[in-house]
C-alpha cells in the first residue's frame, strides 16, 4: 500500500476541499471553516477524519439532499451562560465554530458557558473546537452523538454513537492538552482507514449479532448501517475489562446531546426513515467553555498543567518501551513530521477526489498522483 501513497500540500489540499465544498453549494467564508476543520485533522495525523471523509460524508450527503450546505444557526432560547441552537441540518463544522465561539464569549463574561445543539450533522474532529477554547484561556469540554453504532454492555445491537467525551486544556508547552476520543474502543473513521489500507480489524473491536467478533472492515461498514454489528465500548465486550464504563460513558454524551436541547437519540439517528429513505441525521451537540481566570491565573493553571503532563511523560517506563505521550503530543508530532510533506493520499482517496474534481469542474487542479 505504502507505494501507492502520494502526498499533497496542506495549501492545494485545503484549497480544494475549500472550492468542492464551494461546489456544492456552501457558502465561501464557511466553506473554508469547513476545510479549515478537515485539514487540521491531516495536519494531526487523524486521517481518519481529513480528505477521507470529504465525500463520503459531506460531498454525497449534500448531494443526497440530507444536508444543507447554507446552515441557518437558529438561536431557540439563551440566559447568561447558556444557550440552545437549532442547526437545521446545515454544516456541522459551521455550527459547532459558532457555538463554541458563544460558548467562549459568555464563559469570558460569566466565568462559563455551555452552549447545546440539535439538528446539526457531522462537524468533524472534536479537537478543532477544543483548541478554540484552548486558545482562549478556557478549559473545553465538547461532545456529541452519532449513529446507531455502540452495543451497550451484554448487547449485540448498535443503540449508541461512538459519542466522543472530549477534554482541552492550555499549558506552557507547545501544544495544549486535546484529549479527542471516542466512547468505543475503535470508531467508523478507523474502519474505514482498515478498509482503505485492505488491512484485517483486530480481534475485538467489532461483534456480529451473536456475539462474535469481526474482523473484514468492509463487511463491517456495510452491516453497522444494517444494524447487524456493532462496535464494542471502551474497555471491551462485556464486564471483565471493564466495558460497562465506556458504555456509562457513551449514554452520559448521548444525554448531554439529546435531552437538553429537545434533540433526536439512538435510533433516531440512522439518517433513515421506516421506509429506508435517507433523511437529515439530526445530530446534537454540546460545547462548554470554562474561564480558567474566574478560578485562578492563567499562566500558574497553564505551568501546573505543564508540570502534570511532563511528570507522566518522565516516568518510569514499561520494558521495551522509551517514551510516554500525553493527550495532544502526538498530534503535534504528527504536525512537526508533515508540515513540510502535506497530506498523504492513497488509491481511494485519490480516485474520489478525482470524481469530485471532475463533476464539479474544478479543471485548475492537477494533482501529482495523476
Request: glycine content about 12%; some cysteine.
Amino acid at each position: 500500500m505504502s507505494e501507492q501513497i502520494v502526498w499533497i500540500t496542506f495549501e492545494t489540499m485545503e484549497n480544494f476541499m475549500a472550492d468542492v465544498f464551494e461546489g456544492v453549494g456552501v457558502p465561501e467564508n464557511e466553506a473554508r471553516i469547513c476545510a479549515d476543520v478537515l485539514i487540521t485533522a491531516d495536519k494531526w495525523g487523524i486521517d481518519s477524519h481529513g480528505i477521507g471523509r470529504l465525500k463520503t460524508i459531506y460531498y454525497d450527503r449534500i448531494r443526497d439532499g440530507i444536508q444543507f450546505p447554507v446552515t441557518n444557526f437558529e438561536l431557540l432560547r439563551e440566559g447568561p451562560t447558556t444557550a440552545v441552537v437549532d442547526g437545521h441540518h446545515g454544516m456541522g463544522q459551521v455550527i459547532a465554530k459558532k457555538a463554541m465561539d458563544l460558548a467562549i464569549d459568555k464563559a469570558r463574561r460569566y466565568g462559563m458557558g455551555m452552549v447545546a445543539v440539535r439538528n446539526s450533522t457531522h462537524f468533524g474532529i472534536c479537537g478543532y473546537y477544543l483548541k478554540m477554547a484552548a486558545d482562549a484561556g478556557m478549559i473545553g469540554m465538547v461532545g456529541t452523538n452519532a449513529r446507531p453504532s455502540i452495543a451497550p454492555t451484554f448487547g449485540v445491537e448498535n443503540m449508541l454513537g461512538t459519542n466522543p467525551l472530549t477534554f482541552g486544556f492550555p499549558t506552557d508547552e507547545a501544544f495544549p492538552f486535546l484529549l479527542d476520543c471516542a466512547t468505543s474502543v475503535t470508531q467508523r473513521g478507523r474502519i474505514e482507514v482498515y478498509a482503505r489500507a485492505g488491512e484485517k480489524i483486530p480481534q475485538g473491536l467489532v461483534i456480529d449479532e451473536q456475539g462474535n467478533s469481526m474482523t473484514d472492515p468492509e463487511q463491517v461498514l456495510i452491516d453497522l448501517v444494517k444494524g447487524k454489528a456493532a462496535l464494542a465500548p471502551l474497555g471491551g465486550i462485556g464486564e471483565d475489562t471493564a466495558g460497562y464504563k465506556g458504555y456509562g460513558y457513551a449514554t452520559v454524551v448521548e444525554v448531554l446531546s439529546a435531552a437538553l436541547q429537545g434533540g433526536a437519540f439512538l435510533k433516531q439517528l440512522t439518517g433513515f426513515d421506516k421506509d429506508g429513505r435517507k433523511v437529515p441525521y439530526r445530530l446534537g451537540h454540546f460545547f462548554m467553555a470554562v474561564n480558567i481566570e474566574a478560578f485562578t491565573g492563567l499562566a500558574d493553571f497553564k505551568q501546573a498543567t505543564g508540570g502534570i503532563l511532563r511528570q507522566l511523560r518522565a516516568s518510569k517506563k514499561a520494558p521495551g518501551r522509551d517514551r510516554i505521550y500525553t493527550a495532544g503530543e502526538k498530534e503535534y508530532l504528527a504536525w512537526l513530521e508533515r508540515k513540510d510533506k502535506g497530506v498523504p493520499v492513497g488509491r481511494k482517496l485519490q480516485e474520489e477526489m478525482l470524481v469530485m474534481r471532475d463533476e464539479l469542474g474544478l479543471t485548475r487542479y492537477r494533482f501529482p498522483f495523476e
